[in-house]
């Protein structure tokens, strides 16, 4: 019986109906080619046994090669990897949905995984784990939410060929073995996905593929964020010295701390762009030996607190307004205080009033790094 072939297009309704066909397709043991924002993908329900052994004979993919599945969505990933070290977790949140695949452990028995066929988990696990992913592919990522369980998602061709760059070529290799294809057009780079496997806090690069091993290595780093009004004062002169305070306990220079696996950044909730910080503040880190001359103000954004894996602001009610927009940051959110106390902007006061700010500060940070680096 001959392929179907839906070829995406701009218009909301046609939209909605090749997603709804797809899921259809999915949900009735179909194997369809999929677009990811890396290489077109071969899928099959991992609801649907037969499904998925079709798709293992179609790629020909030898035993002892475990199939990647492929989420919605990290609540989702929760549910089958649940118990996700401190790296995973810092990884899933920057690099999903995105062309990053993990490695995960999900042996643990009350895991989702479980649940699914028998034969499914044999073809898609090695020893407890399996490679996921959460594409940020618009067209496939409604297909996964829609459909509200994982596929098995494998590049479009036979095992050991290079994968596909448009559906020509992919009709070409499978048009006669397939059940769907949708078409959106060539791949513009055609690399795979980056594969990592997660071990604990530490990674291995299985392949390198469209997120390169420098931008990983940044990736994985612990992302400190302080957070203040202006990003002018406060927060910047808390970055500098929390930048001094982990140098010295890494025994490296500072401008070496990132290459130790550690991120510090700043900013303000209603910063401007670009601007300096206040000349108070570079004078009051010029005393301590420390640059300020360099600092640009930014405004807070998605990526900042998505990114960071601690983020502490200057009063509680920074806290409050971080958390009215980005609920899910509550666990990685705490006010620099370890008393919960706030840290009065020193903004127009004298030398002595940013001097006892900046000391504030350096006790404050002192402590939070104790909790950082014990854990």
């Known amino acids: ?181 949708v078409d959106d057009g060539p791949v513009i780079e055609g690399k795979p996905s980056t594969i990592l496997r997660i071990t604990g806090d530490h990674y291995e690069l299985l392949r390198e593929g469209a997120v390169k091993r420098d931008t990983i290595e940044r990736l994985t780093a612990t992302m400190i964020l302080f957070v203040c009004t202006g990003n002018t004062c406060r927060s910047p002169m808390a970055e500098r010295i929390c930048e001094s305070l982990l140098a010295k306990r890494l025994g490296c220079a500072i401008d070496e701390v990132e290459q130790r696996g550690y991120v510090v950044l700043s900013a303000g909730l209603a910063a401007g762009f670009d601007g300096p910080a206040s000349a108070s503040s570079v004078e009051t880190m010029r005393k301590r030996g420390l640059d300020l001359t360099d600092h640009r103000s930014q405004q807070l954004n998605e990526t900042h607190v998505r990114f960071a894996d601690h983020i502490f602001t200057m009063t509680r009610g920074h806290r409050e307004a971080i958390l009215s927009y980005w609920p899910n940051a509550d666990t990685r959110l705490n006010v620099l205080r370890t008393d919960g106390g706030d840290i009065s902007d020193p903004i127009g006061g004298g030398p002595a009033v940013y001097e006892a700010c900046a000391r504030q500060l350096e006790t404050e940070i002192a402590k939070r790094l104790d909790e950082i680096l014990a854990g």
Request: charged share 25%.
């Open 1 to 181: 019986m001959p392929f179907e072939k839906i070829e995406l297009n701009s218009s909301s309704a046609g939209m909605s109906d090749a997603v709804r066909k797809t899921v259809d397709c999915l949900q009735n043991g179909k194997v369809v080619v999929l677009p990811t924002e890396t290489v077109y993908g071969l899928a099959a329900s991992t609801r649907q046994e037969d499904a998925v052994r079709r798709l293992v004979e179609i790629k020909q993919r030898r035993n002892g090669h475990p199939m990647p599945l492929a989420f919605h969505g990290i609540r989702q990933i929760s549910e089958f990897a649940t118990e996700m070290s401190p790296l995973a977790e810092r990884l899933v949140r920057r690099c999903w949905p995105g062309p990053v695949s993990l490695v995960l452990d999900m042996s643990n028995r009350i895991s989702e995984f479980h649940h699914l066929p028998e034969s499914v988990r044999t073809l898609v696990s090695e020893a407890g784990t399996v490679c996921c992913r959460v594409p940020g592919h618009h067209f496939t990522a409604a297909v996964l939410k829609e459909l509200d369980e994982p596929v098995v998602l494998t590049s479009a061709n036979r095992t050991g060929r290079p994968e596909a760059a448009d559906a020509e070529e992919i009709i070409s290799e499978l048009g006669a073995e397939i059940d769907l294809l």
